[in-house]
């Protein structure tokens, strides 16, 4: 009964594969509609990472209340794989909170004149990937697997949490930034049709390669555990 | 309720007699303060501009010194256990030793104010107001410093692994009360500044209630 249990985590499903190949899929389409996009007019070509660093930065975001609900589910349930998916979550999130750092640095260069400003959306995701690192440290840093895993929990909870605290902070201490596309507070949406579509064709496929590569990583976790306890 | 009391002086009066760390503590500080007074120049101008930020600094390294203490001579002596082992919720644990942080870095703080006041020239005509920050910058530091303290407290490598996972999340603490701080250093009216009280008070509110909750599920184990 456990075997065949763990054996069903275990395998990578055709929903796994249908996500990182569709999102993979989308992601090159955005990625051609971006190019054919039209040129900003005060910023020229360089405004179409844009369709990279959107998407990357919302990743990023969702990643903390994906790690924030997976963390509480596996305190609530004690349930491992709960604890890996939070795992899985967060490494993934990384990737992409480096991504949009990265990005964002690059786009910051020739619209602001400098690599890094103390902008509050900036700074709170250079935060967020700090906390997150250390997320991943203290899970190398113990090896009891129950132990870790609530470890693991309180960092997330407690780290989740932090991001409105410490964009608030930032944001009073110092702002200056584009206007958010999506106005998540009004709905009101900032940003020309022309540039909006590929905007949100990105977004979509961004999303489904997130969730597409939690799942792998969640597979691989699943899988590492099984080995472990064989 | 009085557990809690019971607790945190318990701690007070070891960490009073045994000495070694609360006064260690102090005079690192004390010489930190002195060699970044030296590095900022004599210039009382350019140290006042930056006595703010150096208080709330050292306080944050202070705090990640004094943290490991809550919970290190538990371990050291093996009444983690006991401690565990009384009937009732657990959450009272961390209210104790929370108050044992507080108090501490409450006194280190006051040190600090005074030598920030001495070698900085901080300017110190409203102190009541001093105070206030310190009481809700402290309270919400030791809040995050306690829970993580009890979380690592068996782990090898605890030292290099606290402040790692502190400092990124109290960096809303620190900035509100730098900010807080400078303006009352710079003659800003207090109304001007209270948003900055209100934030750390939402961050403690939010931080001391969430930690109180998820501290139980830590230290099972």
């Not at chain 1, 700074?123 to 113990?142: P, S």
């Not at chain 2, 501009?49 to 371990?75: D, N």
């Amino acid at each position: 009964m456990q075997l065949a249990r763990s054996n069903q985590i275990n395998r990578l499903d055709g929903l796994t594969l249908g996500l990182l190949g569709l999102g993979g899929v989308g992601a090159v389409v955005g990625f051609i509609l971006a190019m054919g996009s039209p040129p900003d007019q005060s910023q020229g070509f360089v405004a179409r990472i844009f369709h990279m660093h959107v998407p990357t930065a919302w990743m990023a975001y969702l990643a903390s209340f994906g790690a924030l609900g997976y963390s509480v589910a596996y305190l609530v349930r004690r349930k491992a794989h709960h604890d890996r998916v939070a795992a899985a979550v967060v490494e993934v999130g990384l990737i992409f909170m480096a991504l949009a750092l990265i990005t964002g640095m690059l786009w910051a260069r020739p619209t602001w004149g400098v690599y890094w400003d103390w902008e509050p959306r900036l700074t709170t995701t250079a935060i967020l990937f700090a906390i997150y690192v250390g997320y991943v440290v203290v899970r190398g840093a113990i090896e009891d697997p129950e132990l870790r895993a609530k470890a693991a929990a309180g960092v997330a909870i407690l780290g989740s949490i932090n991001v409105p605290i410490s964009y608030m902070s930032v944001k009073w201490w110092r702002s200056l930034h584009q206007t958010q596309s999506i106005d998540l507070t009004t709905g009101k949406i900032n940003v020309d049709a022309a540039i909006l579509i590929p905007m949100l064709v990105n977004l979509a496929a961004f999303t489904l390669l997130f969730i597409g590569l939690v799942r792998l990583r969640a597979i691989i976790a699943a899988r590492e555990a099984a080995r472990e306890e064989a | 309720m009085q557990r809690i009391f019971w607790l945190a002086w318990r701690d007070l009066v070891l960490e009073f007699r045994g000495r070694t760390g609360l006064l260690s503590a102090v005079f690192f500080l004390a010489v930190m303060l002195f060699i970044l007074a030296m590095a900022f120049g004599p210039n009382p101008q350019d140290l006042r501009k930056a006595a703010p930020g150096v208080l709330w600094v050292a306080l944050a390294f202070a705090g990640s010194l004094l943290a490991g203490r809550a919970f290190g001579l538990e371990v050291e002596d093996g009444t983690l256990d006991d401690l565990l082992l009384t009937p009732g919720s657990r959450e009272w644990i961390y209210f104790g030793k929370l108050l044992f942080q507080f108090a501490l870095m409450l006194l280190v703080g006051v040190v600090l104010l005074s030598l920030a006041a001495g070698l900085f020239y901080l300017p110190l005509q409203h102190w009541g107001w001093y105070l206030v920050v310190l009481l809700l910058g402290s309270l919400g530091y030791a809040a995050i410093s306690t829970f993580y303290a009890g979380m690592l407290a068996r782990l090898r490598g605890r030292e290099v692994l606290l402040p790692l996972l502190l400092f990124p999340l109290v960096i809303p603490v620190v900035l509100a009360a730098v900010r807080f701080t400078q303006g009352l250093a710079e003659g800003v009216p207090v109304a001007e500044l209270l948003d900055w009280l209100r934030l750390l008070l939402v961050f403690d509110v939010i931080y001391v209630t969430v930690c109180a909750m998820v501290f139980p599920y830590m230290l099972e184990g």
